[in-house]
């Protein structure tokens, strides 16, 4: 049985998916990549994004970030997300504060499958909203090859790239082992159709590194050709204890964000226009800290955003404020937007998918609003 520690504190990981070429709709739409990378623990919005406000040094004396970036007249950002800050001053980053999916009852394992499947139950639904989005949008891959993400599956033909620490056999082999097998089963198919891909994508040392991963989807999301997909997950947010401020715990792990950030706009070259990069996390912390100098499980978080599709840089947020009869049960940040508005809307974008289909057959008709103009450069 899996651990909560376990759960919580797996190595980085990266899925690349699909290749436009193995699907006839996808070459008829243009390419705009859509990255999306997962913070798993529950990132502190309040942290990241902190905002202008007396009130959160009074609640945060130990854990206040200092030094911050400035970003607007009230809000400003972590000193550890410099690439991040780098493109918002070329207005080609923004955030959404205070947001949240519509969820409550701070467990990890229950929020980190609502915020991959994108339900109204936990562990009810056995796809989640970006394979379903890819589905509906008729964006097919590859044959699946490896263990699928929630995130990412559904009834489409989907592909998954997971760099391993091992080469792959290689074309000549792979033919040799198809060849062994009827024609008509589905494992001579699935061999098949993986070696349709690029060899450079099945072979290599592979990396867990932050830096590594990133390197190796800006450089393949960037080719005409490539995946249009990609998912990043990131352990380490549930900061309970020693979370810090400018530095610790916390810091580290935006970093590491950064440094993502950082490495995907290198790699991906003249394709960073045509590129969305968003993140994810089940909820936020509290806003009060802890005897442990860290923070306890929340709700409202913030979305940071980066990348050519950016529309403008802003903090979109019908923001609550910091006081207690403002906050959810008198101690989070409120979530006044729901989240998955911002990645249906990154959806219809990225795809060329009308909103409303994506809102019936993804989020099942749920009041979501459309943000693409508000959000992003169509």
């Not at 997300?81 to 009852?105: D, Q």
């Not at 060849?179 to 494992?187: G, Q």
Request: hydrophobic content about 40%; some cysteine; aromatic content about 8%.
């Amino acid at each position: 049985m899996i651990t909560r520690r376990q759960f919580l504190a797996g190595s980085m990981t990266l899925t690349l998916l699909g290749s436009p070429l193995f699907s006839a709709i996808a070459e008829q739409k243009k390419k705009r990549n859509l990255i999306i990378i997962s913070l798993r623990g529950g990132m502190d919005g309040l942290s990241a994004v902190p905002p202008i406000d007396p009130a959160l040094e009074q609640h945060r004396p130990d854990i206040m970030v200092r030094k911050t970036l400035p970003l607007t007249s009230d809000f400003t950002l972590h000193p550890s997300l410099r690439n991040f800050h780098k493109a918002w001053k070329e207005n080609k980053a923004a955030v959404v504060h205070s947001t949240n999916i519509p969820y409550k009852m701070r467990s990890h394992f229950e929020g980190q499958d609502l915020m991959e499947s994108g339900g109204h139950k936990p562990f009810a639904e056995h796809t989640g909203w970006l394979g379903r989005g890819l589905e509906a949008a008729g964006l097919e891959g590859l044959a699946i090859a490896l263990p699928m993400p929630l995130i990412l599956r559904s009834k489409a033909h989907l592909d998954n790239y997971f760099p391993t620490r091992l080469s792959s056999p290689s074309p000549n082999i792979m033919k040799k082992i198809s060849e062994t097998y009827p024609d008509d089963t589905k494992l001579k198919s699935t061999i098949e159709r993986v070696m349709m891909r690029p060899y450079s994508m099945l072979s290599g040392s592979g990396s867990r590194k932050a830096y590594r991963l990133a390197e190796t989807a800006g450089k393949e999301l960037a080719k005409a050709e490539g995946p249009r997909v990609a998912v990043f997950d990131i352990n380490g947010f549930d900061t309970h204890a020693a979370q810090g401020g400018s530095n610790g715990e916390h810091a580290d792990k935006l970093y590491n964000l950064d440094r993502i950030f950082g490495q995907l706009r290198t790699h991906l070259g003249s394709a960073f226009k045509d590129t969305l990069i968003i993140t994810l996390t089940e909820f936020g912390r509290k806003i009060e800290q802890n005897g442990g100098n860290g923070t306890e499980h929340g709700y409202g978080t913030a979305v940071l955003m980066m990348g050519g599709l950016v529309k403008d840089a802003k903090v979109y947020a019908d923001w609550p404020g910091l006081n207690r009869k403002n906050m959810f049960e008198g101690q989070d940040l409120n979530a006044t937007i729901d989240a998955r508005s911002i990645y249906c809307s990154a959806m219809a974008m990225a795809f060329d998918t009308d909103f409303g289909k994506l809102q019936r057959q993804v989020f099942w008709n749920d009041p979501l609003v459309n943000l693409q103009d508000k959000l992003f450069r169509i």
